[in-house]
């Protein structure tokens, strides 16, 4: 289980950074990113989701250090 919420806490990382710097060149941008047929994408929502990853990172990493 513990190398499950490693990997979990890993991928949100990645994922999260990724999302950040996503965020701040769309902020510097001031333009969304177009994706698909949709408007696009804002820098608020990338940064919201990053906040959100980098919550459950920080959760499973409380955790893994709890079981030890």
Request: net charge positive; with cysteine.
């Amino acid at each position: 289980m513990d190398k499950v919420i490693k990997i979990f806490v890993d991928v949100c990382m990645i994922v999260a950074i990724i999302s950040l710097i996503l965020g701040i060149i769309s902020r510097i941008l001031v333009t969304p990113f177009p994706f698909g047929k949709a408007h696009g994408i804002e820098a608020q929502a990338y940064l919201r989701f990053t906040q959100t990853l980098l919550l459950f990172a920080v959760a499973g990493g409380i955790r893994q250090l709890w079981r030890k």
